[in-house]
């Protein structure tokens, strides 16, 4: 890990119109647990009233725990049917809002590389929450599965950082390579 | 038109990320423009922030006209790819957000109902123009066609209103009739 880019606390969310599920977690030499939940909004309500109860949430928890960054699962839309699309769009979309107006960058991740980054072999929601569970050293899985997927979603974005923040110390480095090699000729 | 329903202002949206038109129109024994205009999201800024510009837009609407009621087409998801959907979703999920935090209705018209209300033949932009400035008495087709969509979609609101205000009154005569007989009994 590079001290140069100290890892921030960062908000995963795994959007739903019916159940939202957010997870926190902060970044370090190892990834530790701070928070994790689920917004649900019942079908029962009206589609304002429950996009409002998901908005509400996501900005509370943003003014609480004052995430640095937040990253959001990403449908694969080759895989949604249309009305399925518009469903998680209307749920992401009111979760985006709310760190835009906060003032926080968004990242999104596919539900391949989130699964990618908790280990291979994460194929379905047990084996998603075995291994959140095992590398942020949890006593129980995190339950529901929708927080334990932001958790999941939360530990894609902190490894995407370290990657690039080690491609970013590569290019330096070959950058001030270049520069010494100028200044000898 | 039945006067035990004063027709309210409704503000019509036609939802999109890069461009969501708006169009506002009173009820009564004639629907009569308002306003109407376009709310633009260039796709140079991050999804975040054009889903807080189309929010806020909407917000400043809702305050500055104080609507009564607000009518969204919902896109017909079976013609959609699934990318669409997403993106259609995410628009339409902010304004749908903005009027319920100000607590207004929002109803939802499939585009078909839409073209139907403004007139048989609609079945483009340039007619659906044509036949939104002729229902509303206007010296000019109102432009851009989004900002015609969402007059359309608000001309589509007022008009089921009266279909239901209408059925209402007659389920209304039907029901003192039968209380009437009951009384004769």
Redesign the interface.
Known sequence: MSEAHPAPLVLGIDPGLRACGWGLVAGGARASYVASGVIRASPKE????R??LI?AGIAALIHQHAPAEVAIED?F??T???????????????A??A???AGI??SFYAPRAVKAAVGYGASDKQQVQAMVKLLLDLDATPKPADAADALAVALCHLSQRRIKALADEQTGRRANGQMGKALRQ
């Open positions: 009206t589609l304002g009233r996009l409002e908005h449908p839309v080759g949604l049917n249309p009305a399925s699309a518009l469903a998680i769009g209307q749920a992401r979309s009111v985006v809002l760190a835009a107006q960058e968004v």
